[in-house]
């Protein structure tokens, strides 16, 4: 008899919307929707596209129905096989072969955002998206020309401050696996961990020209999304690290307590946000915009998926977004709807520019594979992968303090123009 699974999509950039709610309520949380009705019967195995209706059969052989696996794909595949038992250096496992064979399928698609997961590999990528799990308390950025892993935040009280790590340090290798060789949020599940393991961290420290070796002990890490505080008597600002699942309802009480502190005026700094989940910018999105498209998505059969704002909340004050080349993904859903409804003045440098969707599917074995699935579009239409959004007036950063001395917000350059801004309107 035949076997009908139901496959899910966790989906980090997209999802089936969710029902709205009104400023102070919390965040959604994470986005799931069943895209695939698989079944699996004597003949190999049916995909069934629920969103086009399009169906394929993976044979449970080389044949006419794999387009990849022929047979002198499988020819070829054994002869490397033999090749490798015959004269590799070492044992190789077969399981690690097929693994690899896996993953350079993926890697063939050439798009850094699609990888195959094992499912040890997929389990492990689950604890971020439910938000159970135990880390070391640091943020880090990544370069995306050299891929080069740093530490741009030691949160107060976490282990990555108790083991002496340091902003600014570079992540070299996390147990053993170069920083370099993966995107940062594939390396970020290598950190995270069970509560009271150790990860290894090798770092180079530029302030001190050191190599460095961390054992960092995993330990329950809430931290903070949203940050705020007030720069003047009537200006108001809101740093917002990555859109989280709370990150919506964090944001929606920083702002009370400003508004109720005398704010006229708000500056929210989006620098060095690499994203997150988009029911969590438009969430944050809704409260600020009135009503209208937010931003959508197309894929490739020309689906489209809409996000909107209900306008049942709106800002009436002026509003400054801070943008820079570390504003990615999310970040950029946030900039490009502010700057289409012009409802605020973009400040910095050029957004990263990713602008495509991933989501996350598991297979009939465990083992799981993320895929870009989708492009997304601004509510005018601007398609931003590869180019990013261009702010309204770009400003590089500068630290404007002649002594050098510890960050403080008045010698920041960016937040300043946004002050100057912000005061004429």
């Not at 959604?28 to 069943?34: A, F, P, R």
């Not at 604890?127 to 949160?155: E, F, H, P, R």
């Amino acid at each position: 008899m035949d076997e009908q699974r139901e496959y899910q999509t966790v989906t980090e950039e997209s999802g089936n919307k969710p029902e709205k709610k009104k400023r102070g309520g919390t965040g959604w949380g994470i986005l799931i929707g069943t895209l695939l009705t698989v079944i699996v019967g004597s003949a190999g195995i049916y995909l069934t596209c629920r969103l086009t209706g399009s169906q394929i059969v993976v044979t449970s052989g080389a044949g006419e129905g794999s387009a990849v696996l022929d047979a002198d794909a499988v020819a070829k595949i054994n002869e490397l096989a033999a090749y490798i038992d015959l004269y590799y250096y070492d044992d190789a496992g077969a399981q690690a072969l097929k693994d690899g064979m896996y993953a350079g399928l993926v890697d063939g698609v050439d798009d850094k955002y699609s990888t195959y997961y094992t499912a040890e590999e997929y389990a492990q990528s689950q604890i971020s998206m439910t938000g159970k799990y135990y880390g070391i308390g640091a943020g880090l950025t990544q370069d995306t020309s050299t891929m080069v892993v740093s530490v741009n935040k030691v949160y107060e009280g976490t282990p990555s401050e108790a083991a002496g790590l340091l902003a600014e340090d570079i992540i070299l290798s996390v147990d053993d696996v170069e920083s370099t060789t993966m995107e940062l949020t594939d390396l970020v599940q290598l950190i995270r961990g069970e509560e009271g393991s150790t990860v290894h961290l090798e770092v180079y420290r530029p302030a001190t020209d050191e190599y460095l070796s961390f054992d960092v002990e995993r330990a329950n890490v809430t931290l903070p999304s949203v940050a705020s505080e007030m720069l003047t008597e009537e200006i108001g600002y809101i740093r917002i690290e990555s859109f989280e699942t709370d990150t919506a309802s964090q944001f929606e009480t920083a702002l009370a307590e400003l508004e109720n502190a005398g704010m006229q005026s708000l500056v929210i700094d989006l620098r060095y946000n690499g994203g997150g989940l988009v029911d969590s910018v438009v969430q944050i999105l809704d409260d600020i915009l009135p009503e209208g498209l937010l931003v959508y998505t197309e894929d490739k059969y020309g689906n489209r998926q809409e996000y909107k704002s209900s306008g049942e909340t709106q800002f009436d004050y002026p509003l400054a977004v801070l943008i820079n080349g570390d504003s990615a993904s999310a970040s950029e859903i946030f900039a490009g709807a502010i700057q289409d409804y012009e409802y605020g003045t973009l400040i910095g440098t050029t957004s990263f520019g990713k602008g495509i969707v991933q989501s996350l599917f598991k297979l009939s074995d465990g083992d799981a594979v993320k895929l870009t699935t989708a492009k997304y579009f601004t509510p005018k239409g601007n398609y931003i992968h590869g180019v990013g959004i261009t702010p309204d007036i770009e400003l590089e950063y500068e630290y404007l303090n002649p002594d050098g001395e510890a960050y403080e917000m008045q010698y920041d350059n960016q937040i300043q123009k946004a002050i100057e801004v912000l005061s004429e309107e």
